[in-house]
């Protein structure tokens, strides 16, 4: 009771075998191949030059606005100098310099 496998013939007309004939068949690709092709040459960096050296420069301000608010100790632990505490330097400059690099931050990430 073996049953004999026969192979399938396909059959076409003369009129499919001219349509067939003229019609070009395009070579197949993978898909995930293109996909991946027009992503990677598609695909901007979300920031350009000038947003990283605004970032870069409001890094340094801020950076630069802590190493200004250092300070602030007596030589002489024993004496209280409120113009080494209070001085401009520390409370004015440094606070000034740090707010202006968030600012700078800001407007760096916004900036399109």
């Known amino acids: 009771m073996s049953k004999s496998k026969s192979k399938k013939k ?30 990677l040459n598609d695909e901007k960096l979300l920031f350009n030059k000038n947003n990283f050296v605004l970032i870069t420069g409001g890094l340094v301000l801020v950076f630069l606005g802590m190493i200004m608010m250092l ?32 600012v700078i931050e800001i407007y760096a990430i916004f900036k399109k």
């Open 71 to 102: 300070g602030g100790s007596m030589p002489d632990p024993n004496t209280w100098d409120p113009d080494i505490i209070y001085s401009t330097r520390i409370t004015v400059i440094g606070p000034i310099l740090i707010l202006a690099g968030l």
């Open 10 to 39: 396909v059959v076409l007309s003369k009129k499919e075998n001219k349509t067939a004939a003229k019609t070009k068949v395009a070579p197949t690709t993978s898909r995930r191949s293109r996909t991946a092709a027009k992503t």
